[in-house]
């Protein structure tokens, strides 16, 4: 008597390949070595870095030299490998396999030479320049107010799933320093911000994006648009003494935050003035709304 048949039968052997099947990079079939039910082949590339990126490297990437190597599945795309080997693929200026340009969804084939480079700078990006900051970046959000450029910011701390959908809804660059936040899909775009000092923050975001800067254009509490305004138009709003020592004022058209020339508007006046020098263009504004010429209103909150 024969035997019943298996309820789980062997998966049916693949076609064999033939000239019209998908084949990879050099006529290389995707496929690698003999196949075996339920086993997934791995082989060899190697990739090498910009020496920029090495910060998100484990040690034994970080060459200089030579490149090093890698394990591919023959299934995984090159931008997943990319960020498995921990660079965001925000940082990823371009990628080329045996020296042709190559796109993230790319699957690498073994024994291919895959070279990562940076992005370029300044870096572009479709539409209107415009920023959405984490909780983590409150004084680089306040001085990218500062200096007119249009930075959104969530506090308090919304998740990663709503701040990449507000980047993709509003068309806004995210940036952040959590490489897990930039791997989302959803985003517009994203941008890692290398340093945990301010001002190299600051430095770092202007030289990369270049965004056309207006300072004491913006109201650092809320991001909304600054007026000028009267004296008389604030009077009762501000202290006496506030009142009577100033001629100049601004104010938020969104959440009514006054503004005027106070007592660390030197302090103000030097960022702006580092920044116009460094990164300014002849189209950006300088100085608006300053009193006598010299800068512009300063809030009664200073930056931290």
Known sequence: MSAPPSAHPPPARPPALSGSAPRGRKGVARMIGSWHPGRVEHAEIQIGFDPSLHLFLAAAHRRA???STAVIDGVSSLGHLVESLGVPLTEVGGLRVDGAAAEPGYVPVGGERVQVAAVAKPQRVDGPLRFLLDIH?????RRLRLLGVDAAYENPDIGDAALAARSAAEHRV???RDRGLLRRRELFAGAFVYSHRPEEQLDDVLARFAPPLAPWTRCTACNGLLRQTSKEAMHGILPDGTERTYDTFAQCVECGQAYWRGAHAQRLDAIVGHALSRFGSDGDQ???????GQGGPSAPTGLS
Do not use: C, E, I, V
Request: no cysteine.
């Open 65 to 67: 030299d030579r490149p």
């Open 137 to 141: 970046l409150g004084t680089l959000t």
């Open 174 to 176: 995210m940036l952040s």
């Open 286 to 292: 300088r100085g608006q709304g300053g009193q006598g």
